[in-house]
């Protein structure tokens, strides 16, 4: 009886395993700090990017109202908001802004639509830059649950070979190698089933994201159409 309980014990399993089912299991135990790691990562940087967003749209908006432009570019580049999606996008429109404002423009150049593909520039590039390491938890989410069926399906095979080798038959002679193999599958999709969590949650957060970018970008051009009508009743 104890010799059955310690087979299917962790240790029994482990050392009862085959050298395949050993390197499945390690593959996918690697998978799973793999996975663990990129999420404490996104989230951090996630918790960061909302937290500063804020202060940026807290702090930007006085100074657009003052008219201030070299001091909003300032503050929005300002090294505390390095991990701003907010701070990024209003920064590259406002100096994009700036400099067309500065220059000897030729007739019929417009200033407003070369602000608004600046800021759709680094959208685009602050999006993709979220996105980083997504792809991984995708493909861990998507191969686990194969790797781990295969390690099921080569313990199984071993279980009937010792079963042929022993000669012995019957469902108790290989139980303990099929029980064995299965915790193969429940380790894959154990790996599988956060993996795939955390993608659809942060896909979820990007989206909204880029919703908070895609407004202030829109306030943004807002500005400048309105800076750039006041301009021309100056002139």
Sequence with gaps: ?????????????????????????????????????????????????????????????????AHKLAEAITFAKDKRFRHSHLARVL????????????????????IVDSGKRAIEREALMTSAEMKKGLGNLATIATTAPFIGLFGTVIGIIGAFQGMALSGSGGLGAVSAGIAEALAATALGLFVAVPAVWMYNYFLNKIERFNVEMSNSSSQLIDYFIKNEARSRARA
Excluded: C
């Design 1 to 65: 009886m104890e010799d059955v309980q310690h087979s299917f014990s962790i240790m029994g399993m482990w050392n009862a395993a085959t050298p395949v089912g050993k390197g499945v299991i390690i593959v996918l135990l690697l998978m799973s700090i793999w996975s663990l790691t990129i999420a404490v990562e996104r989230l951090w940087r996630f918790q960061q990017a909302k937290r500063q967003s804020l202060q940026v749209a807290l702090g930007i908006t006085p100074l657009l109202k």
């Design 91 to 110: 920064a590259a429109g406002l100096t994009e802004f700036q400099y067309e404002t500065a220059q000897e423009l030729p007739e019929g150049f417009d």
